[in-house]
């Protein structure tokens, strides 16, 4: 590959993460150097250029790269918890050959670093509860976690065999304002927000107790970005990163958005989902991010419900 300058790919811009993501990247390389990509047309305005492509189509892909000489991939594209569950065979589909067809063409030479999300889902019921260990039990109960389990092996194994620069985090829940989430069991966190402004009262389909690891999107962010503009030589874990920011459970945020909505009610009405959060973790040992690279969460859950209350207020009627 000549020498040039920094040209990025996100793939699966349009979701929940990518939307913030390429917003992010722009600001930070220029608008030119961000090409934002999905299945389907984005749902807000582009400041830079957008390319369709199914995260399958390697050839589609292939041309986008060529086109606009891109050195790096960050290949967000996935089914996500509770929607995987109800088409695990496309799930798996998606999840995994996306994947591969990203690492393949960085093993040929046509890439220079890739980013890939991992999940907390990789952990299950036997993983310890509380502050999880960046190593330790790993046997998920979801498709999403086991197809997001077989992808942090094949990233370490892809990077160890062939030198590739695969680098990863393990999302937790994350919570933002920009964009509508995309079918996970932590989905709550964002919904609750949307429906105390709009009818001051929310059905949780979590139970109030269910405490769960979390991060609002500003942190997530920069996190991604941050991890990728490491030094090669600091990124240590080549499965992917604990990631942590706020622990909390459906009864503490609907007490901090009730600062904002004095007479907002909350009822619990738990559904499929909940088992899949029972799985989960309640909160993240990060310590080897924070060690390794200098990850460090700036938002706590006041902060956030302060930050998403005040921008919220402008965008939902």
């Not at 305005?45 to 606009?68: H, L, T």
């Not at 330790?136 to 370490?156: D, L, M, N, R």
């Amino acid at each position: 590959m000549k020498n040039q300058e920094k040209k990025i790919l996100v793939i699966g811009s349009s979701g929940q993460i990518g939307t913030e993501l390429v917003e992010g990247l722009r600001t930070r390389f220029g608008n030119d150097n961000v090409v934002s990509s999905d299945i389907k047309e984005p749902q807000v305005a582009q400041s830079g250029p957008f390319a369709m492509v199914n995260a399958m189509d390697r050839r589609g892909i292939e041309r986008i790269i060529d086109k606009y000489e891109i050195t790096e991939v960050y290949l967000l594209a996935a089914l996500l918890s509770a929607t995987a569950e109800k088409d695990p065979a496309f799930a798996w589909e998606l999840n995994m050959e996306s994947l591969f067809i990203v690492l393949e063409l960085a093993r040929e030479g046509k890439l220079k670093k890739v980013y890939w999300p991992s999940s907390i889902a990789v952990f299950g019921p036997t993983t310890p509860k509380d502050a999880t260990p960046q190593h330790t039990i790993a046997e998920p109960s979801t498709v999403y976690g086991i197809s997001k389990q077989s992808g942090e092996q094949w990233c370490a194994y892809y990077h160890k065999r062939y030198g590739v620069d695969v680098r990863s985090m393990r999302y937790p829940g994350l919570i933002g304002w920009k964009s509508a989430p995309g079918g996970g069991t932590t989905d709550y966190a964002v919904h609750i927000f949307h429906e105390a402004l709009k009818t001051g009262k929310y059905t949780s389909f979590l139970g109030p107790d269910t405490t769960l690891p979390m991060m609002y999107m500003p942190d997530a962010i920069r996190a991604t970005i941050d991890i990728m503009e490491a030094p090669t030589e600091l990124i240590k874990e080549r499965t992917s990163y604990n990631l942590a920011g706020i622990s909390f459970n459906p009864t503490e945020i609907a007490a901090e958005v009730k600062r904002h909505v004095p007479n907002f009610e909350v009822d619990y009405a738990p559904d499929s989902r909940q088992a899949i959060a029972d799985s989960w973790p309640r909160s993240i040992d990060d310590s080897a991010a924070r060690n390794d690279w200098g990850w460090k969460p700036q938002y706590d859950l006041q902060g956030m419900v302060d930050d998403m209350m005040l921008n919220l207020k402008k965008v939902v009627v």
